[in-house]
Structures are given as structure tokens and as C-alpha cells.
């Protein structure tokens, strides 16, 4: 059966950033809010990193109230989707009558609409990547029949869409990992190590600052600084050092060489 993305990739018109499209959102238009319900909206970790903090909660409590856990059926990777109220209407749980309550730390799906992005690309920068208008048949928004006109460019930009862009770009790279490519899949063990580390991440600081992690590996002293308050840092290690070492065993962690000479005694190997 064909996937969506691959009915997006054949059959949506290509937009370039000077594209021109007209819509609005605000509170003039007869719609608002209204499509802020009953839809699936997948949260990067970078999203959950920012609406964890503005609501002054940790990662695993926004989590358990917040979201619903999925796995992705091409790669089999563990994701989350934003858990609409338990209502007939089935709202954002950050909806009001005066629009987002966490406006300013909104996920990424909400500040491209109405734009999708669809992309064949593959590590290496092979394939393509280009923007859509979501312009579904029964769709309720009356946004498209506004006179704003943006182009593509416009639109991302006053968005800040390009902040999470660049947020989420290793991320992004680690699920286009040739592993996933080469349609292989994560045990258990990884899946859950993968969850925890890219969406709890006030549980991974945990791991590393309340467990020997800093005894096995060599991380230097300005950089444990770092990880301990700055959110943004620890995601970025997170992803493109940890998850690269213990999913891929790429060389991105330094071992400390007393680890090695016990990893090797505990495997029975004579060490020299």
C-alpha cells in the first residue's frame, strides 16, 4: 500500500522558497482555533524539550500528561504525538478561545501550517526536499480564503520555523541513519534507549550527572558544565554523541582506557 509520503512525493506540486500562497490566521478569521483539534501532531524532541520548559515541568511528567507513544512503521522508530483532550471535540490541550497558550513555544508542525515538507533525501544530500501547501478536500479552515499573501520564504521566517529547522537537523540526520536505509531495525533495548535519550531529557541529564557515565567516558570538565543547565547543549549531545555511540558504535565517545582494560577482563581477553 503506497504511504503518504510517498503520495506527497509523487503527486504534490513543488514549491521554492519564492512560491506564493495566501493565508492568515488570527483571530479575525471565522475558523480560528477550530483546527486546532482531532489531528495527529508529532512532537520532535526539540519540541518537547521547548514545551516541557515554558510550562515549568519536567520532560518525563510532560510525557505522561502530554503525549501519546507511537513507532513509526517505515523505520520502526519510537515517536510521540501530541495527546488531544479525552472530548467530543478532541482539542489541543493548549487551545484557548484566544488562541495557543504556549504560542511562542509552539511545535513545529503548527508553525508550518498550512505547509507540510517532504523530503527523499538521504544521508550524503541525495533526493529532494521541498515544501506543500496542506490543502486537504473537507478541510474546516477558512485561512486559504484570506488576502495575506506570503511566499514560502516569508512564511518560514516569520514563523521561526527555521530555528527549529535548525534545532532538529541532527535528529533529523540520526532517523536518515543508513541503518534505517538499509531497512534494519533497533531491538527493544535500543528503542527504549533511543526514546528516553531524545524526549526525556531531564532523565538522560539524570543518567549521566547520578551514575558513573562520567567514570567511563572522557568528557571534559567546561563541557559536564554545560550539560548540567544549558537543555539545548544536552540534546545535542545526547543525539550526535551518545545515541551515535550506543545505537551505531561510532567513534563519537571517548572511553577512558581503564574502562577498556576492565570491558575487556570482564570478556575474558588477557590484557597485556
Known sequence: MESFR??????????????????????????????????????????????????????????ERYTIPLLLEEQQLPVVVLRMEDDDEQKCPFVSDGGCTIYDDRPWSCRMYPLGLATSKIPGGEGEEFCFVVEEGDTICQGFNEDREWTVEEWLKDQDVNVFNRKSESYMQLTLHPHFLENKQLDERQMQEFFKTCYDIDGFRRKLFESSFFDRFDISDDVKEQLKVDDEALLEFAITKWLRFALFRENTMVVKDGELERGAKALGWKVE
Open 6 to 63: 510517498e503520495k506527497i512525493l509523487r503527486d504534490s506540486p513543488r514549491l521554492s522558497p519564492e512560491s506564493k500562497f495566501r493565508f492568515a490566521c488570527n483571530p479575525e478569521v471565522p475558523c480560528f482555533g477550530k483546527c486546532c483539534a482531532n489531528v495527529n501532531i508529532f512532537l520532535t524532541p526539540y519540541d518537547v524539550l521547548r514545551m516541557k520548559n515554558v510550562l515549568g515541568i519536567t520532560s518525563a511528567d510532560f510525557l
